[in-house]
């Protein structure tokens, strides 16, 4: 797929350790996102997706930034799809952007090239969400580029949108909030009998292993149960304290990522860590336990990524 734009937006891309969530997770926050826009999001959403992605924030278009990610034009972007959080878990947790988001970048932030037609390229760092927020805010009319700042923000594609979905996914995942053991990637872990590490667990074992069995391992399935839970089920009286962040004048800051961050960082010393080496984290206990914080963790995020959305096209509109 080409882009040609002038001004040239170096998408966020998944790191080379693990890929958040994997394609399920990333899918089923989309999903579960569609199921609460208005009809004016529903409706720019569709107009910058298209066909190609099946006018829906689920499927493909939640994974794109992780299937590009191997590109030799996107390979400088790999610290972006996390921040080292260098507490020390389990027994304290923190996230603080001016200490663990480190000179190469982080989740919660992003290097954009602003460049003329000549590729003259000037740098600046800023919070990804924010930028990517803000440039979905101030491009008008929509152009090719607003796929890729689109699908950065919810999860992933070509445009400005994409960039949004991908990271409002991302940095729910208590892992991408952590340095230790780069994020548990160099810890040993078991899953379904298989040798694994406890990031990679996390990012899909036992996901993958839970949607199989309640959800015939169908995204938009789960997304309809989590969806479900948030309007009347167990997440009902939890929702509405997931958006309190969430307003027109926090679009353009980093409030809402820095929060994000530090609630799924404290799950680091909650669950995450709270395991016996060999011990299957797949099935047992620990896999009891952890499911609904993924649960959890995929509805919240899906839930504030049509929030945040709703926010951004009411502000255009």
């Known amino acids: 797929m080409k882009l040609t734009f002038g001004i040239a937006v170096v998408l966020l891309l998944a790191p080379s350790r693990v890929l958040a969530w994997g394609a399920l997770g990333h899918s089923t926050i989309g999903f579960v996102a569609m199921q609460f826009i208005s009809p004016n ?17 689920g499927g493909s278009a939640a994974s794109w930034a992780d299937t590009v990610r191997s590109q030799a034009a996107f390979t400088f972007s790999a610290p972006f799809h996390f921040i080292d959080a260098e507490d020390n878990p389990p027994t304290s947790c923190s996230v603080d952007f001016s200490r663990d988001c480190g000179a190469s970048g982080c989740v919660g932030a992003v290097f954009i ?5 000549k590729h003259k390229f000037t740098l600046a760092k800023v ?3 924010q930028n990517y927020t803000t440039r979905l805010l101030d491009t ?6 607003v796929r890729i700042i689109f699908f950065s923000l919810v999860f992933s594609a070509e445009d400005l949108s994409f960039r949004l979905d991908h990271f409002v996914g991302d940095i729910g995942q ?9 994020g548990g990637n160099d810890i040993n872990a078991v899953c379904g009998g298989k040798s694994t590490n406890l990031h990679a ?3 899909t074992g036992m996901l993958t292993t839970s949607a199989n069995v309640r959800f015939g391992g169908s995204a938009q399935t789960y997304a309809t149960f989590l969806a479900n839970e948030i309007k009347t089920g167990s997440f009902a009286s939890l929702a509405e304290g997931w958006l309190s962040c969430i307003a027109t004048s926090a679009l353009t800051g980093t409030s809402c990522p820095l ?4 609630e799924a960082n404290t799950f680091n010393c909650i669950d995450v860590f709270n395991f ?3 011990e299957d984290l797949c099935t047992g206990t620990y896999f009891n336990n952890a499911i609904p914080v993924i649960d959890e963790q995929l509805a919240k995020q899906g839930f504030r990524l049509a929030a945040w959305l709703d926010a951004v096209f009411d502000s255009r509109a």
Do not use: M, R
């Not at 107009?47 to 006018?55: K, M, N, V």
């Open 276 to 278: 016996t080496k060999g």
């Open 259 to 262: 929060t994000w961050a530090q």
């Open 113 to 117: 090239f602003a460049a003329d037609l």
């Open 201 to 203: 667990a996390w990012d």
């Open 140 to 145: 008008k009319p929509f152009s090719s580029s």
């Open 174 to 182: 208590p892992l991408h909030d952590e340095a230790l053991k780069l």
């Open 127 to 129: 919070s990804a969400i």
């Open 41 to 57: 999001t529903l409706q720019n959403v569709q107009g910058i997706l298209g066909s190609e992605f099946g006018e829906t924030l």
